[in-house]
Structure formats: C-alpha cells, structure tokens
C-alpha cells in the first residue's frame, strides 16, 4: 500500500506538470507515454502465441503521434497523415517473409494497437487545442484527467461502502452498479467545481463531459480487464510499482478520450 501511495503521488505530480508547464511538454511526454502504452500492449499479445509486428507499430504509432500532433505546431493540411500509410500497410509485406500458422492474428493484433492505444492518446492531446486549433489551452486535458481520478476515486469509496450489485461480474468482479454511480457522481462535483474556475464553458458542458468520462471510462476499465483475462495476466505489465502497467492506469483514458473529444467538437463547433 505505501509503494501504491508514493508511486501515485509522484505519478499524479508528473502528469499535472507535463500539462501546466507548456504545450511542447506536453506533446513530448504523451508521445513517450503513447508509446510505451503500445510497446506494453504488443508485450501482453505476445504473451498468448501471437506476434504482432512490435517495430513497425511502434515506429508507426510515433508517426501518427507526431504527425496529429504536427497538426497544430505546423499547420499543414491534415491529408499529410495519409503520409502513414505505406508504413502502417508494410506489416502485410513483413509477414510474408514469416513463417507463421497465423499471420492475419499477428497483422490484426498490430492494427489493433494503433486502434487501441494509439489513436486515443492522439484524441486525448488533441483536447489541448480544442478551443483553438493553434494555440494550447490546459483547461480541456486537466479537466479531463481531474473528472477520471474523480470517477475512479468516487466509484471505488462507493463500491466499498455500499456495491452489491455487480456491474459486470465475468470481467471485472469487483465493480458494483453503486461504485459505478457513486464515481459517476463524484465526476460531476468536481465538473461543477471546475466550471466556476474555467468559466468559458457553461456548467452544463463540464457536466456532460463528466458523465461521458465516468461512463466511457468504466467501460475502458472493463475492456481491459477483458483483454488481460483473455490472456491470463494479472496486470499489463510492471513500469508502475504498486499499480502494474500504463495500460492498467489509462485504461478509462482509451475509450473515453476519442468520445469526449467528439462531444466537445460538436458542442462547441
């Protein structure tokens, strides 16, 4: 539990850093998170038979990374990302040079990354420049991580105190539909408490954001929890002392992070 507490803190401390200091921190830090999120994903794959195509991925997820991320820093026009293609496709040529019993199992699972891991941290920077295409406003990022501690926080204190109901039981036996309200709950304080300090935004927009983020945010938890029981591991891997892998800690992040971009751009644009 002390190992848990201090790598928490110190974790929470970077995370808030990496977003308040500047936007090229902030790029930098989830490019290298984004990444490492892929390399331990493939490493849990790898752990059932299948190969998928580590390299590539990895040198691909970077370049969709940099490339979303270039968006905003260059301004070029957005058909450059199509730039990524030849080198997310090569993995079909790669596997031909294998000698593999199932090499759609090891392309898919390598597509399936991107999807998975990729894709979401690109949404999730994207947040950053929201509000103006140019330019990089913390408001929406923090806001976001802030309502997820929140949730998670909320749905854990209720589902101790008061779960009964479980919200589902063959992936995730611990969590109850009580835990699941209470972090819900709790979400929306804090998207009330937040919308009398980023007041650009009405309170109902904070509010919405936040009942997305505890609902989308379970539901990533409980893929999650699908993916490493399907794979008969504990946690996604070991980088956090006490708290296991990247990916048991952004697991509400990935599903979450692509919806509540979609809700903001539409409600705002």
């Known amino acids: 539990m002390k190992t848990r507490a201090i790598t928490a803190f110190f974790f929470t401390i970077v995370m808030l850093a990496s977003i308040l200091l500047d ?25 059932s038979g299948i190969r998928p195509h580590r390299n ?6 970077a370049l969709i990374f940099l490339m979303a991320a270039g968006l905003h820093y260059l301004k070029y026009d ?39 891991v990729t894709i979401p941290f690109c949404f999730f920077h994207a947040l950053g420049f929201l509000k103006d295409w140019n330019h ?14 929140a949730n998670d926080t909320g749905a854990y204190l209720f589902g101790m105190k008061f779960g009964k109901r479980k919200l589902f039981e063959r992936h995730s036996p611990k969590k109850s539909w009580e835990g699941f309200f209470g972090g819900m709950f709790t979400s929306v304080l804090v998207a009330i408490g937040l919308s009398f300090i980023f007041t650009e935004n009405v309170a109902i927009i904070w509010v919405g954001m936040a009942v997305l983020i ?11 929890s ?30 979450a992070a692509p919806v509540v971009y ?3 751009y539409l409600i705002l644009y």
């Open 23 to 47: 936007s090229y921190v902030f790029t930098v830090f989830y490019l290298i998170l984004s990444v490492l999120s892929l390399f331990e994903f493939y490493k849990l794959i790898k752990n």
């Open 56 to 61: 590539i991925g990895l040198v691909a997820g």
């Open 78 to 116: 957005v058909k450059y990302l199509l730039l990524c293609i030849p080198l997310i496709f090569s993995v079909f040529i790669t596997e031909l040079y294998k000698k593999n019993k199932i090499p759609f199992a090891n392309i898919s699972y390598t597509f399936v990354g991107f999807v998975y």
């Open 136 to 149: 990089y406003n913390f408001h929406f990022p923090l806001a976001f991580l802030l309502m997820l501690w």
């Open 214 to 224: 505890a609902s989308f945010g379970t539901l990533g938890d409980l893929v999650e």
């Open 226 to 255: 699908m993916l490493k029981r399907s794979l008969d591991t504990k946690d996604s891997g070991g980088l956090l002392p006490g708290h296991g892998g990247l990916l048991d800690r952004f697991d509400g992040l990935l599903l």
């Open 262 to 264: 979609a809700y903001l």
